[in-house]
Every structure is written in C-alpha cells, then in structure tokens.
C-alpha cells in the first residue's frame, strides 16, 4: 500500500523582536523667573529759581473809576527804566518789575513816580484805588490820595548825614510858606549856603494845596533860596513866602518865569533878583466840568455814585 503523503509543519512566523517603547524624555521644569523689579523713578529736579542780589520790586495797583488817568514810570537816575498807563478802571493789577542791580551804599539811585492826570489820585472820591511799591518784600511806599503826583527815591539811606551841629542862640528860624497851582509837580526848589544843601525836587508837592517847610539855620551867613517852575510860567495861580526869624521878607506871586532867585540870612547884601515872567503860553484854570471827556466815555462828570464800591478797607493806607 502506498504511503500517506507526509505534509511539511508551516513554517512560523519569525517571531518579531520585542519594540521597546522610546523612554520619554524627562519633564524639566522651566527655571524659576527672576522677579521683576519695580521701574524706577527718578527724582525729580527742584525747579531752579533766580535769586535776585539786587533789588526786587514790584508794584500792586488798584485803579479807581477812572483807570485812564493813572500812569507811573521808574527811573535810573534819569533812564526810564519801566512806565505804563493807559489802565482799565477798577482793576488789580500785580506788577513785577524785576531785578534792579545796585552797588554797596548806593543810595537814591533809582525813582518811582505815580501820577493822576486829573490831580485828585485814585483814592477815594471816585472808587478805592490805591498801590502798594515793595522793594524786596518790604513796603516802601504806599497810598492812594495823593493828588496828582507821589514819588520816591531808593534806596533809601538809613543814615542820612546830619547838619553840624550849631551852638545854642546862634541859629534862626527859616520857613516857607508854599501855595502850589494847577500843576504842583512843577514846582522845586533848592537853599544853598555855607554846609547848607536842602533840594525838593519836581515831584514833591501835589496840586492846589498849602505847605509849610521849615529849618533851623546858622544865623550869621547869607542862603541862596531858588524857587523853579519846570513849564516856565511861575507858579501862576499859587504863591510862596520867605520867612526868617518869622518875619515875612519875599512874597512870590505868579509868573515868574522858570526860576526866581532870593537871598536870606542875616550876611546877604539888599539887592534880590527881580522878577522875570516867563514868555510861555499860560493855561487857563482846569475846568472839574469836563473831568472825563473823552478818556472814559462817561460823559461829562465823574459819577460820584461810584463812591466807596470799592472799598478795599486800609490795604494801601487809603481805606474810608
């Protein structure tokens, strides 16, 4: 009998190698930040301010109604260093006048002068002006009704050269006796003599009004009195008197020119310089009528229903 055929086992599969899963690469935490520092800020710079080494003025300014009529100016000797007009009417105005230089025991070098152009200031008929002058935090001077001019010289001098002094019984009594006009800051004058030097310059006296200078002079010497107009017509509608001794030796009355020389004393020859009118146009007397005509527009006469609206009580030693 025939043999089964014999049938070859399959042959397997290859058995696959084993896959080994990748190992992962360790998880590394990310480094811990280094914190973040608050910005910072600077310091700020303090401002840098100019200090002034010389003198600092300033001027405060409360017009009345009548704003327009008020001007000032300040001078450097004879250099109008700073000046304004022309001001809007009941109004403050602060002024910074700036940093004036001036040398060790300098004295009078600068000036300032306010002025009205009507003549009755700006204090108190026709509203509460009034101004401040400061010269380094310190008032120098200050006011309102003034007329029509005040001025004043600084620095000031603490201390001023006093006369020699004189023995007891050999001095006598000069006076003068001063009636201004229309325009009383025209009017100056000076006194010379032996250490004797007493000058009142434009500027001092305000209008129509009555003053009365006097000094102790050495008897037996002879003084140059010098009365001067800076129009040139005199004081012609005022006068002034000479007095020595208390008797009444010149009376000046109007126009006489740009200056009338007088000497007084006890040592003065007679003769005196006569009386020479200056050859200027004479103005007639200023009319109160027409007071605003044309400055403010507000007709023909100042509204005295302004008075006192506005009062600032005794800010510039004014106050009602």
């Known amino acids: 009998p025939t043999a089964a055929p014999v049938t070859a086992s399959p042959t397997p599969n290859p058995t696959a190698a084993p896959v080994t899963p990748p190992t992962a690469a360790p998880v590394t935490s990310s480094p811990t930040p280094n914190p973040i520092a608050a910005p910072i800020t600077p310091p700020t710079a303090a401002p840098i301010t100019s200090v002034c080494t010389g003198l600092d003025v300033k001027l405060d300014l409360q017009t009345d109604g009548y ?4 001007s000032w100016e300040l001078k450097d000797y004879v250099s109008v260093v700073a000046s304004n007009s022309g001001y809007a009417s009941d109004t403050f105005f602060n002024i910074d006048l700036g940093c004036l230089p001036i040398e060790t025991n300098q004295f009078e070098r600068y000036e300032f002068i306010i002025e009205d152009s009507y003549g009755d200031g700006i204090c108190c008929g026709y509203g509460e002006g009034g101004y401040s002058l400061k010269v380094n935090g310190e008032t120098l001077l200050e006011g309102g009704n003034f007329g029509s ?11 001023p050269p006093t006369p020699a002094p004189v023995a007891p019984g050999t001095t006598k009594l000069f006076k003068l006796e001063l009636q201004t006009d229309y325009w009383g800051y025209e009017t100056s004058w000076t006194l010379n003599g032996p250490n004797i030097n007493i000058q009142k310059p434009t500027y001092t006296y305000a209008n129509s009004n009555l003053y009365t200078e006097e000094y102790e002079l050495p008897a037996n010497e002879c003084y140059t009195f010098t009365m001067s107009d800076s129009y040139g017509d005199g004081i012609y509608y005022g006068w002034y008197k000479l007095f020595w001794d208390n008797a009444e030796i010149h009376y000046i009355v109007g126009n006489f020119g ?4 007088d000497l007084i004393g006890d040592n ?3 003769n005196n310089s006569p009386i020479m009118s200056g050859n200027v146009e004479i103005r007639p007397r200023p009319s109160k009528d027409n007071k605003g005509n044309g400055n403010n527009g507000n007709g023909n006469n100042k509204d005295k229903g302004n008075e006192g609206k506005f009062n600032k009580g005794n800010k510039f030693g004014t106050g009602k």
């Open 268 to 270: 003065c020859p007679s």
């Open 67 to 70: 704003g327009s009529e008020t």
């Open 258 to 261: 740009s200056t009338k020389e």
């Open 149 to 159: 001019v005040e001025n004043i010289k600084f620095p000031v001098d603490p201390n």
